[in-house]
């Protein structure tokens, strides 16, 4: 058996298939039994609820693109979203009408979900009016780094370009996509997003974990080591950390609204 057809999961959808809702439960199922992905989803939640100032129990924190995570584990009060209407949501909405009223929401969390937004522009407009004062942003995204532009240019099936703009043509919920919109938004146009959205202040951009990932094998691909060495390779992306702006798979980005524009209120 060659190694390649060892290393893909049998039961993975093709490309096509990646929008059904059918898909999105077998890419549930596949999270909950690897070792390595469950940890890593856990280790990100956990990020999400530590960066949420206060309380966490009486804020209103609203997770985009909830797909097949399980962030209720973590923080049992999530308002779980998708656009399309899947079972484990507690509503369903696009990212580019936001069904929440002005200054109404504590923090806006999600994992790869901006690189999926065909209008970032429309879509931080909508994330900027829902917001109270000290509303947080909090995601997760694709890096623009050496490493990682390599495996998502020549290993992964979306589209990774960092020369695009701030959008694309929407076709399919999972299908469309630009891995490299993170990136231009917040690195390579960072004094324009300043510009443009005032009223958002980047608290934090770190680039991170460079192989944990990639060692799971994602929804579509076999966990490479075994479970038990989880904890060895994330000792060694602590040890290699200086280099993460070469080799770091992800981009944590966090916002914080300071502040209102006389036509918001």
Not at 65 to 81: A, M, R
Not at 139 to 157: C, D, Q, R, V
Not at 160 to 178: E, H, T
Request: glycine letters at 6%.
């Amino acid at each position: 058996m060659r190694i390649i057809e060892w290393i893909k999961l049998p039961e993975v959808k093709n490309i096509k298939e990646l929008d059904s809702h059918s898909t999105t439960a077998l890419h549930s199922k596949i999270i909950q039994k690897k070792t390595y992905m469950r940890k890593l989803y856990v280790e990100f939640y956990n990020h999400f609820k530590k960066s949420i100032s206060g309380e966490i129990k009486a804020k209103v924190v609203v997770e985009l693109g909830s797909d097949e995570g399980f962030i209720k584990e973590i923080i049992p009060n999530t308002i779980t979203s998708d656009i399309a209407n899947l079972e484990n949501i507690s509503i369903q909405f696009s990212g580019l009408k936001i069904p929440f009223q002005r200054h109404k929401v504590d923090a806006f969390v999600m994992f790869d979900v901006l690189h999926h937004i065909s209008d970032v522009r429309l879509f931080f407009r909508e994330l900027n009016r829902c917001l109270k004062i000290g509303g947080k942003i909090i995601m997760i995204e694709p890096a623009n780094t050496l490493w990682s532009s390599f495996i998502y240019k020549n290993f992964h099936h979306e589209p990774f370009d960092p020369s695009g703009g701030w959008g694309f043509k929407k076709d399919g919920r999972l299908s469309s996509a630009n891995g490299a919109i993170p990136w231009i938004v917040f690195c390579r146009d960072r004094q324009h997003f300043q510009n443009e959205f005032p009223t958002m202040k980047i608290l934090n951009l770190k680039i991170h974990t460079p192989f944990r990932y990639l060692i799971s094998g994602g929804v579509s691909m076999r966990q490479l080591l075994p479970s038990f060495t989880y904890d060895i390779i994330k000792g060694l992306e602590i040890i290699l950390s200086p280099l993460n702006k070469y080799s770091g798979m992800f981009l944590t980005v966090e916002l914080e609204k300071v502040s209102l524009k006389h036509y918001e209120k």
